[in-house]
């Protein structure tokens, strides 16, 4: 197969190859938003029930109680959106893992206890990869900074970002597939694994997903004309459609990434992690016949 069927157009059927699993993750993605919605709604509506537009007549009482109420519910917002964030990355964990042992359909919802733990070790991996990047960053343009050369300082700045872009994903795939912590980290093994085809994939990826993007900017286009019209009730229809759409297509858009990357990462790192892990064990073997005839 070629470029394009490996990295656009079987990607993509991939995508939408499980629609539960692929409703799921949307729907996951989509509470936190719809629960911050109904706690901002739900609180505007009762202080306009109770005090109209005169807010200044709210008791010491009642504004004690107000902001108890909002404190409670966003603490439960905040660890649901925790909850939420834990599971879908620990799917997209699942999702590469698969995608680089040959599965050609999205995987199913399913342990999520493990995807829940995946999911913790993705964020804490990928937090402390731009942590890292973040610092080396800021030390080399530190000195140029301190000189007053904004443009050189800038450029190493573009570059480190650049080699992040890079990196990221590779580390991602590393670890989803060996499940190790410290697969983040291998910097030379994932420098090996760039090439000049990796940095197409990385702008083709881009690319396929701003072209996705298209008709949700579209509604949104519509529905701030709409707001402006005054035409609220078309205004709130469109604005629900380009929600929902924009939550969809967002989901096909990690998931259209993350197969391209496993992908790549298949083509270019597990022959020889699978050589390996063969050569280590062959190692083994030896060492104990050794042992043996000894």
């Known amino acids: 197969m070629g470029f394009g069927d490996d990295y656009v157009i079987n990607p993509l059927k991939y995508a939408i190859s499980n629609i539960k699993a692929l409703l799921i993750y949307t729907a996951l993605g989509f509470i936190p938003l719809a629960l911050l919605l109904i706690m901002v709604l739900t609180t505007g509506i009762s202080i306009l029930s109770k005090y109209g537009s005169d807010i200044s007549s709210m008791t010491p009482d009642s504004v004690l109680s107000l902001i108890t109420t909002l404190g409670i519910g966003f603490i439960i917002w905040l660890v649901i959106t925790i909850l939420v964030s834990l599971a879908t990355n620990g799917y997209i964990v699942k999702l590469v893992k698969t995608s680089v042992e040959g599965e050609q359909i999205l995987p199913n919802w399913e342990n999520w206890s493990d995807l829940l733990l995946k999911g913790l070790i993705l964020i804490i991996g990928s937090f402390l990869i731009a942590l890292i990047f973040s610092a080396i960053s800021a030390i080399l343009s530190m000195p140029f900074d301190y000189l007053e050369i904004p443009m050189i300082a800038g450029i190493l700045t573009a570059i480190v970002a650049i080699f992040q872009m890079l990196y990221t994903p590779l580390a991602v795939s590393n670890y989803s597939y060996t499940e190790e912590f410290m697969a983040f980290f291998r910097v030379k093994e994932i420098y090996n694994m760039m090439s000049l085809k990796w940095l197409a994939i990385i702008i083709v990826v881009a690319i396929v ?86």
Do not use: H, Q, W
């Open 209 to 294: 997903s701003i072209i996705l993007m298209i008709p949700t900017f579209a509604l949104v286009a519509g529905f701030i004309l709409s707001l402006v019209g005054g035409n609220f009730e078309m205004g709130a229809v469109i604005g629900t459609i380009a929600a929902i759409l924009a939550a969809l297509s967002s989901s096909i858009i990690s998931f259209y990434g993350y197969r391209c990357y496993a992908t790549y990462y298949k083509s270019v790192a597990v022959g020889s992690f699978n050589r390996m892990v063969f050569e280590k064990s062959e190692t083994g073997d030896m060492d104990e016949s050794t042992k043996d005839f000894e």
